[in-house]
């Protein structure tokens, strides 16, 4: 697939982010004087991915050059990059095919389902954390889903009542753009990710200076703390559930576990 120049920039500034990240100690190089370079050196990593160096260089600084698989798979390893991280890469050196979203509309009786789980935290988001359905018991933990078209993620950057309900906030707020970065790079020609990320920048100082960490990772279940409106802080874990028919779409559950 031929790739723009916004795209090859992307794989390159991924690249970057991704090298000065890691230490020479971390890629088993022995310990040298000071260095003027954080982490490693272009030169040191084509030597450990076993690729030219002037090459790995025409890559990162987006220059219209084509790796293969084993080149990229060489380069994912010698990173230490993780399983969604060797993907982000993939797509963004283009083997693989970007999904196209369409417009994103709600069976009714799916839109139903988050009201069956009452009492328990529900709701279904979009592709770009748009809230498609929700119940009451999320509207009341999360009171940002009371909006006309709410949007998780705009809520969490923009709404300072985040910060309160959301007990580790930055840890969240960092792992939902991780999240929101993986699925742009799915989806590099829908617009909705451009306007949304776009919002977010102007929005927030903390999407401004971590968006170029080049983070991501997959949506998944886990644990988390939230301060409930009754209840005080609770310890909750969450289940997500991919829809079969629309897997970009998924269904969030909450229920909580103790006191925090």
Same mark, same amino acid.
């Given at each position: 697939m031929r790739r723009t120049a916004d795209?090859?920039?992307?794989?390159?500034?991924?690249l970057r982010s991704r090298r000065e990240r890691l230490?020479?100690?971390e890629a088993g190089l022995p310990r040298t004087g000071r260095r003027r370079t954080p982490g490693l050196r272009?030169?040191?990593?084509?030597v450990l991915a076993g690729i030219s160096a002037t090459w790995y260089t025409y890559l990162e600084q987006g220059r219209d050059v084509q790796a293969s698989d084993q080149v990229l798979g060489a380069l994912a390893s010698a990173l230490g990059l993780d399983p969604s991280e060797k993907d982000h890469l993939l797509r963004l050196a283009g083997h693989t095919r970007p999904h196209t979203l369409e417009a994103e509309p709600l069976a009714a009786e799916v839109a139903a389902v988050p009201g069956?789980?009452?009492p328990h935290p529900a709701f279904i988001i979009g592709a770009t /954390? =748009? $809230?498609?359905?929700?119940?009451?018991?999320?509207?009341? *933990?999360?009171?940002?889903?009371r909006k006309e078209k709410p949007s998780f993620a705009r809520w969490v950057f923009t709404d300072p009542e985040s910060r309160h309900v959301l007990i580790d906030w930055e840890l969240e707020a960092r792992g939902l753009l991780a999240r929101l970065r993986a699925l742009a790079g799915q989806h590099p020609s829908d617009e909705r990710f451009t306007r949304l990320i776009d919002d977010l920048h102007e929005a927030s100082q903390e999407v401004r200076s971590w968006w170029p960490h /080049? =983070? $991501?990772?997959?949506?998944?279940g886990g644990r988390k703390? *939230?301060?409930?409106?009754?209840?005080?802080?609770l310890d909750y874990a969450y289940t997500a559930f991919h829809l079969a028919e629309r897997p970009d779409q998924?269904?969030?559950?909450?229920?909580?576990?103790?006191?925090?």
């Open positions: 795209q090859r920039h992307e794989l390159g500034a991924f230490t020479p100690a272009r030169e040191e990593l084509a069956f789980l009452d /954390y =748009d $809230v498609l359905s929700h119940n009451e018991a999320a509207a009341e *933990l999360f009171p940002g889903l /080049y =983070d $991501v990772q997959p949506r998944h703390r *939230l301060r409930h409106p009754g209840l005080g802080p998924t269904l969030v559950v909450y229920s909580d576990e103790r006191p925090c």
